[in-house]
């Protein structure tokens, strides 16, 4: 059977939080957040609606990268808890109906794991194949940084091994030589191990880098083994039927289909990159038609595979896809200063401080994430509109601690020393910006994110159904209507500041088509004498339709 038939399609309408847990709540007062913190904040989760969390790494680490520099695949940071304390989140986590996936960091290692070690001190050591070597200075050696202007180069020599390693990442984090098949038999070991300790999935880290062909030889684009990602998708599916890989993939549409694979045996799902920066240049430029051309280039993939939504996540917003042009107006309109950019490619901001704290443009920008083909991914923090701190170096400056109340440290810890400092004091300190506070006042925007939420779940069409953009002669508003089970949604938004009156008809045949019912308001409108509707929406304003109304929608689920 293709995996795809066994398959529980549980991430199709789901709604996914990402958080670290370094950074999320600390219960012992030690500075860093801890399983027993998270484990503490679950309710809190349930009660936002999300249905899955994401972890960034919390194995042992010298946390030279935040954890993505691993020395210990399994087991857990000593600053986090220990393995006791993990299972005893995955618990909690499914008695609450919470699935979580973690990261799997496997194309490189920290340069302090044994393996590496082991392989640098001894030729014959039976790890020194499990990395990639080279007798002589490789003449790309300075090519192909992931990191340009920080990282210097991809090969290093070490002293101890008296030949030079590959690292795609920072000279710390030697790459694993992926295509060793004792390596390859290890990340299926890892895999196994997670999940029997509760996990319901892995987020593959750089997956492009995983599958690639690596050695000095190499020249140019290397070869993919798209197979290996095949493989990883069996051996989950044999261990756990309803565990998924989410891909971190920033490949071209051309390639979307290698990574899902024509059946969708490979990935199961992928983050949408091309969508994410076409939509900063629409939120920039109020222009769509670049976001309309994203949607439609990646919209072919299986209909058991899912794109990932985001706006913000822990890494700069990548802006590599967009032309010169487009790329320069999101710089000037979200980044302006070069403090603000990072590696010549993208910005290190938040999303709320990017949108000056608009509280119209943040609910425009996640309207749209949450109505775009695909799972939503929502970052930490991101549902009370936490800011930045440019004043710390590259990706840290929007990596800081949860604000949970107007106390010392934001409430995150008890202690004095938090990991990393939380932002206090100007329009995103935690005096101001901070769970407790909003959840007492109705109108804030952890109340507005938790009925968008809830919204999102209750149209399944979304992430079910098959999409089609409707026009409305507007450059500045995307209308978008999803069918599934012969029901309908539509989704507008105006990307101007001034209200736009837009005029379309929905594309569903006969009376039903009609009708529009506000999803969020309650409100019902019908077509003109044409069977064009005239909706008016203000300044970056948004609506949620059923077409047809609710008499139609029951007619139709029980026909």
Same mark, same amino acid.
């Given at each position: 059977?293709?995996? $795809? ?22 219960? /012992?007062? /030690? ?53 006791? /304390? ?34 640098? $001190? ?58 060793? =098949? ?121 209909? $058991? ?61 996640? $309207? ?91 149209? =399944? ?56 019912? /506000? ?41």
């Amino acid at each position: 059977m293709k995996p $795809s038939v066994i398959q529980d399609l549980w991430y199709k309408n789901a709604v996914f939080y990402c958080l670290s847990v370094g950074t999320f709540m600390d219960a /012992d007062g /030690d500075g860093t957040g801890d399983f027993a913190g998270l484990e503490r904040r679950l309710d809190y989760l349930l009660s936002l609606g999300v249905t899955a969390i994401w972890l960034h790494p919390f194995q042992p680490s010298p946390q030279r990268d935040h954890g993505y520099d691993i020395s210990d695949y399994y087991g857990v940071d000593p600053v986090y808890g220990s393995l006791g /304390d993990f299972v005893s989140f995955t618990h909690a986590a499914k008695q609450r109906g919470l699935k979580v996936i973690i990261d799997l960091v496997v194309n490189h290692t920290s340069d302090q794991h044994r393996w590496f070690q082991e392989a640098r $001190s001894d030729p014959a050591s039976r790890y020194r194949d499990w990395y990639v070597w080279s007798n002589k200075r490789p003449a790309a050696y300075d090519e192909g940084m992931v990191f340009p202007g920080v990282q210097k180069a991809t090969w290093t020599y070490d002293e101890t091994a008296k030949a030079w390693y590959f690292h795609r990442f920072f000279n710390f984090q030697p790459d694993l030589n992926t295509a060793n =098949p004792e390596v390859q038999a290890e990340i299926l070991k890892i895999m196994g191990f997670w999940l029997e300790l509760g996990v319901a999935g892995f987020r593959m880290d750089a997956v492009p880098f995983v599958i690639a062909e690596k050695g000095p030889e190499v020249k140019g684009a290397p070869k993919e083994h798209f197979e290996w990602l095949r493989d990883f998708r069996e051996f989950l599916q044999w261990r756990s039927g309803d565990a998924i890989i989410l891909a971190e993939a920033n490949v071209l549409p051309k390639d979307d289909m290698a990574y899902f694979g024509d059946d969708n045996d490979r990935m199961h799902m992928m983050f949408n990159f091309q969508v994410n920066q076409a939509l900063f240049y629409a939120l920039a430029a109020s222009d769509v038609r670049p976001l309309v051309k994203a949607l439609n280039k990646t919209w072919n993939r299986p209909p $058991s595979a899912q794109w990932a939504m985001f706006l913000r996540n822990h890494d700069e917003l990548d802006l590599g896809r967009l032309t010169e042009k487009q790329r320069q107006t999101v710089f000037e309109k979200f980044g302006p200063d070069k403090d603000m950019q990072l590696y010549d490619r993208g910005i290190r901001r938040r999303l709320a401080p990017m949108l000056d704290g608009d509280r119209r443009r943040i609910e425009l920008a996640y $309207s749209l994430m949450f109505s775009l083909p695909g799972t939503p991914v929502l970052r930490y923090g991101d549902e009370i509109g936490m800011g930045d701190d440019l004043s710390i170096p590259e990706r840290d400056c929007a990596r800081t601690p949860m604000q949970w109340t107007a106390d010392a440290q934001g409430g995150f810890t008890r202690g004095t020393r938090p990991v990393s400092r939380p932002i206090s004091g100007g329009a995103y300190g935690y005096e101001h910006v901070n769970v407790a506070n909003q959840r007492h006042e109705h109108g804030s925007l952890l109340h507005w994110m938790q009925s968008i939420i809830r919204q999102r779940k209750e149209a =399944p069409e979304i992430g079910w159904g098959d999409f089609e953009v409707i026009e409305t002669g507007e450059n500045a508003a995307l209308a978008l209507r999803y069918d599934w089970r012969n029901n309908s949604v539509l989704c507008l938004h105006n990307f101007e500041a001034r209200p736009l009156e837009l005029h379309f008809k929905t594309g569903v045949e006969g009376e039903e088509g009609r009708v529009l019912v /506000d999803l969020l308001t309650g409100e019902r409108a019908e077509a003109g004498e044409d069977g064009r509707h005239r909706v008016l929406i203000e300044g970056y304003g948004y609506r949620w339709y059923r077409v047809g109304g609710l008499d139609a929608l029951l007619r139709r689920s029980t026909s």
